[in-house]
């Protein structure tokens, strides 16, 4: 009598199919609140995001000790703005700070603020209560 062992085989690739299948499930499953968090994101409204910051920015080059660039912010709305700056400095010097940061300074409606002694590169970061910050990189 000869005993065959194609059941037992069958039994074995069925149980490895239906572990390999559960595993595969599990896998999608676990994804679901990720995607879901993903979706959300996504779908918020444009009117969470803070307004720009109502200044127009422009760079002079100029010489002396203000130089070689200078940053004119000039407020173009209807109120005083209280704005902050923090300047990245792209050429660091080992025994200086690597970063300015200018405390809030006023913007009364039409008129400037002119932050000097700015450099090619360097990369100035306006915030204000209320706006979405202006990030600058001096040309």
Sequence with gaps: MIISNTSSTRSALGRTA?????CAFSLALVQIPAVKAADTAALQ???DKA???????TFEKTAG???PYVLNLKNDSKDAITASAKIVLSVVVHNAAKEKNLPGHVIDPGTVW?????AAGDKVTV???GFAPLE????
């Design 136 to 139: 600058l990189t001096v040309p």
């Design 114 to 118: 002119t932050i000097p002694g700015l």
């Design 51 to 57: 307004p720009a910051l109502p200044l127009t920015a």
């Design 65 to 67: 000790e203000n130089g």
């Design 127 to 129: 915030t204000a209560d």
């Design 18 to 22: 239906l572990l390999a299948l559960g």
């Design 45 to 47: 409204p444009l009117a």
